[in-house]
């Protein structure tokens, strides 16, 4: 005959209960919650160019703006996206505490009055430019579309084999209601390969005999 249970126990047990309820349910759902499809947006096309000692990366980002995005925008909320960029070492099992990286930030504001879209342009925290468009078109274009930005410049460390990773942070979720965190596209990469360029020897010339 098995004891019986305090009076006072019964609330603890049923808290227990509901948590580990919530738990189960947690360990069902999360797989689903963070599964990629083909809608989901997504880094494509990207590039990797050199200009002197400069790296610079060109991509774009499918699948992004849609109907939600074009009504936070619309409403007058600064709205955009963080795109991530990474140089890191070509190499398996390889420990890279401290890649080369770069943030490049897009935000837009839409003014009611002049109809127009502002889109600041941060990289690393520092304003790099300021555009005014009229059209949702160019404002997609230019929050979508990068061409050639630099973000590392080449060093003697850089020599070798090494990969260019991209993704877009594209704001925030809250799982189970309870737990938040960032939304991101999957990563892009490309490999890339720095070989410095030695400078040529100086050629020895043999002293005139008839001077």
Not at 38 to 63: A, I, N, Y
Not at 103 to 130: F, H, P, V, W
Not at 163 to 168: D, G, L, M, Y
């Amino acid at each position: 005959m098995p004891w019986p249970v305090p009076h006072q126990a019964r609330p603890l047990r049923l808290v227990a209960l509901v948590l580990v309820g919530v738990l189960l349910q947690a360990v069902v759902q999360v797989p689903a919650l963070w599964a990629r499809s083909d809608d989901d947006p997504e880094v494509t096309d990207l590039d990797v160019s050199r200009e002197g000692d400069q790296v610079l990366v060109s991509f774009r980002m499918d699948g992004a703006f849609d109907d939600d995005l074009v009504e936070r925008i619309q409403s007058g909320l600064p709205t955009g996206f963080t795109y991530q960029v990474r140089l890191e070492k070509s190499r398996r099992w390889w420990l890279n505490p401290s890649p080369h990286k770069s943030e490049i930030q897009l935000i837009a504001m839409y003014n009611a009055i002049t109809r127009e879209y502002l889109i600041n342009t941060k990289q690393d925290g520092r304003l790099i430019s300021s555009t005014i468009v009229t059209s949702l078109e160019e404002l997609q274009q230019h929050m979508t579309i990068l061409d050639a930005v630099p973000f590392v410049q080449l060093d003697s460390e850089l020599r070798g084999r090494h990969k260019v990773k991209v993704r877009a942070e594209l704001g925030s979720k809250t799982i189970l209601l309870l737990f938040p965190t960032r939304r991101h596209t999957a990563w892009a990469e490309m490999p890339f390969r720095h070989t410095a360029t030695e400078p040529a020897p100086a050629i020895a010339t043999a002293p005139d005999a008839w001077q």
